[in-house]
């Protein structure tokens, strides 16, 4: 977002969990009529949000009750969308698989999918609504007995939330070791971060590379769901154990042959 000349930290923050929220609820009609990109860009609208809360976590903006209820929904939203990844982008890359194994992704998927729905027309995810829109409303994230940022320039706070994020991803660089595929996930969501936090404020520098590094241990960490949900499939498909277990060995010999590119790159361009 553009921030204007004089604006305080405070409306800033406040316009920008507006427009997560909204990104939220905008699509909950397409998750609900099946839509799988409106899954997709429901959990992004809460990523968002989380990130956003991450960056100012040290003036606790938010209580941990609700932030709690906020990383339940996007837990949810994410095995859904897990399952639409694997259908997508990971079974074609493995030759697509046997019949069988189509269909006990599919029927997974659509069995998740089915989860999300029932959640969203339930109590839980109508309350978690109300709670954030009274939280924003009231500006319950302001604590007036507290020296915090909120009445502070705008764009000099937005400059040091980016300037800190960026040095997270720097440290989690340091620490990125091959043999650690850890390190490499610690390092996406570090990425993720920044990229969103230079977003929020309209800081485009690092924009190419952050994007690049996004889809690159992005690949990865999709193989490493896609093996465990390969696992969970054995219990269903009993038949067709060494089908699957070939399939997991293969996404395992490329992630491994993957993660030193990654290191590499993060080292150079990071």
């Known amino acids: 977002m553009n921030i204007r000349r004089k604006a305080r930290f405070g409306e800033a923050f406040e316009a920008i969990v507006g427009d997560c929220l909204a990104q939220v609820r ?14 997709h860009q429901m959990r992004v609208g809460v990523r968002r949000l989380r990130a956003l809360l991450s960056g100012v976590q040290a003036w606790d903006a938010m209580p941990e009750g609700t932030a709690g209820k906020l990383r339940w929904l996007g837990q949810e939203l994410g095995r859904a ?5 694997f259908l997508e982008s990971t079974l074609p890359a493995l030759g697509g698989g ?7 992704a599919c ?7 089915a989860h999300v729905r029932h959640l969203l027309e339930g109590p839980r995810y109508r309350a978690l609504m109300e709670e954030l829109a009274l939280w924003r409303n009231e500006r319950l994230w302001r604590d007036p007995a507290r020296i915090q940022p909120w009445d502070k320039d705008a764009r000099k706070v937005a400059r040091a939330l980016v300037r800190h994020a960026r040095k997270r991803v720097a440290k989690r660089v340091r620490t990125l070791d ?37 889809e690159l241990l992005g690949k990865l960490n999709d193989r490493r769901i896609a093996r465990e949900l390969l696992h969970s499939l054995l219990d269903r498909l009993p ?28 080292r150079r361009k990071l």
Not at 81 to 85: F, G, H, L, S
Request: avoid cysteine; aromatic fraction near 6%.
């Open 239 to 266: 038949a067709h154990a060494a089908e699957l277990s070939f399939m997991e060995g293969l996404l395992a010999g490329r992630q491994e042959h993957a993660l030193p590119e990654a290191v590499r790159f993060a």
């Open 98 to 104: 046997s019949q069988a194994v189509q269909s006990a």
């Open 81 to 85: 969308r897990n399952w639409d990844v």
């Open 178 to 214: 091959a043999r650690r595929p850890a390190s490499l996930h610690q390092l996406r969501i570090a990425v993720k971060k920044e990229r969103y936090m230079r977003e929020f404020f309209g800081i485009d520098a690092r924009a190419k590379v952050l994007s690049e590094a996004q």
């Open 107 to 113: 029927d997974a998927a659509s069995r998740q999918h």
């Open 26 to 39: 905008t699509n909950v009609a397409g998750v609900l009529a099946g839509d799988v990109e409106s899954l």
